[in-house]
């Protein structure tokens, strides 16, 4: 039997394959944003979640919903995704794909806020955030 990690790798390939405009359309646009030592990455598998971008290094995950996301079913399940996620020590950043359409610019400064506390400030390297569990980081030699 595969493990989880396996198929939710199979599975983030496969959106990566088959992402949506929107989707596209904000890869293309991160590339705007300084992030210093690190960087975003696509449908990244998060215990048991695909997230649509994530910078791991500040634990910062990017979610994109299209209008289905309004209904009442599924607007449940993504709470209780982003709980979990956050349970996790994750930050979880929501839009709707019409946000990036006629807005791409607010979308860009509400990341960059996230990533360095707000849209005025200066971009520096990106602090690693300790783990969850306290150990540190494999990139501190951890």
């Known amino acids: 039997m595969p493990s989880t990690r396996k198929?939710?790798?199979s599975r983030s390939r496969a959106l990566r394959r088959n992402a949506t405009d929107a989707e596209q359309a904000l890869w293309r646009a991160l590339k705007r944003?300084?992030?210093y030592?690190?960087?975003f990455r696509r449908q990244v598998p998060?215990?048991?979640y695909v997230a649509d971008f994530a910078c791991l290094k500040v634990?910062?995950?990017i979610e994109l919903d299209g209008g289905h996301h309004a209904q009442d079913d599924i607007a449940a399940k993504d709470e209780a995704r982003t709980r979990w996620l956050e349970n996790e020590s994750y930050r979880v950043v929501r839009f709707w794909n019409t946000e990036l359409s006629e807005n791409m610019n607010g979308v860009l400064d509400t990341i960059y806020a996230a990533l360095?506390?707000?849209p005025q400030s200066e971009a520096a390297a990106?602090?690693?955030p300790p783990r969850p569990d306290g150990r540190p980081s494999p990139s501190r030699g951890g």
């Open 7 to 9: 198929i939710g790798t």
């Open 33 to 35: 944003i300084p992030v």
């Open 37 to 39: 030592g690190t960087h």
């Open 46 to 48: 998060i215990g048991p």
């Open 59 to 61: 634990r910062l995950l």
């Open 116 to 118: 360095y506390g707000s």
């Open 126 to 128: 990106l602090p690693t």
